[in-house]
T-cell receptor, first 114, second 111 residues
Framework: EPEVTQTPSHQVTQMGQEVILRCVPISNHLYFYWYRQILGQKVEFLVSFYNNEISEKSEIFDDQFSVERPDGSNFTLKIRSTKLEDSAMYFC????????????FGPGTRLTVL | KQEVTQIPAALSVPEGENLVLNCSFTDSAIYNLQWFRQDPGKGLTSLLLIQSSQREQTSGRLNASLDKSSGRSTLYIAASQPGDSATYLCAASQGYQKVTFGIGTKLQVIP
């Protein structure tokens, strides 16, 4: 069964450094999402992406975050200058259609900011 | 702003019991409601998706219901097994694919 994959599984970085988290969506999926889950807290929506544009973003998704689909397969989340509070699990999800469809989640990237 | 609440926060049951997990949401203008399973340190696995026009969905031993007017959904697990032990999350989807999650119910099924 096709799966969403994410790399790396664990990223450790120093505060202020840039990180790029990568996701490979299921091949026929058109909608892409990033979520984060701080340890012990709820899964939080960050951003949705369709047709090479951001569809929706939450208040968490500020100017230090950006998303892109650089090569037609990968979907990336960039955090420009990491803060301690960015430490979390970051999940990519994809779906065929948008509002009406099941989202399939990747296994996540654990980001640790020191 | 949508708020999703799940009760109970944790549940421990003996193997074989039927159980119900509850989810409530404050804004009934949803497109769908989805139930997920999360194993420790892992991603989320979609269990059931109920469209806003539907009342329930079934998959194997799982049955999810949706009552939009009262802002409630339930996940019924029949004949629970130790392999069902996990955290169960519900998530309400609104416009432009924005999804709001509950904190989850941590289920332990004791052999």
């Amino acid at each position: 069964e096709p799966e969403v994959t994410q790399t790396p599984s664990h990223q450790v970085t120093q505060m202020g450094q840039e990180v790029i988290l990568r996701c490979v969506p299921i091949s026929n999926h058109l909608y892409f999402y990033w979520y984060r889950q701080i340890l012990g807290q709820k899964v939080e929506f960050l951003v949705s992406f369709y047709n090479n544009e951001i569809s929706e973003k939450s208040e968490i998704f500020d100017d230090q975050f950006s998303v892109e689909r650089p090569d037609g397969s990968n979907f990336t989340l960039k955090i420009r200058s990491t803060k301690l509070e960015d430490s979390a699990m970051y999940f990519c999800a994809t779906s065929v259609a948008g509002n009406w469809d099941t989202q399939y989640f990747g296994p996540g990237t654990r980001l640790t900011v020191l | 702003k949508q708020e999703v609440t799940q009760i109970p926060a944790a549940l421990s049951v003996p193997e074989g019991e039927n159980l119900v997990l509850n989810c409530s949401f404050t804004d009934s203008a949803i497109y769908n409601l989805q139930w997920f399973r999360q194993d420790p340190g892992k991603g989320l696995t979609s269990l059931l998706l109920i469209q806003s026009s539907q009342r329930e969905q079934t998959s194997g031993r799982l049955n999810a219901s949706l009552d939009k007017s009262s802002g409630r959904s339930t996940l019924y697990i029949a004949a629970s097994q130790p392999g069902d032990s996990a955290t169960y999350l519900c998530a309400a989807s609104q416009g432009y694919q924005k999804v709001t999650f509950g904190i989850g119910t941590k289920l332990q099924v004791i052999p």
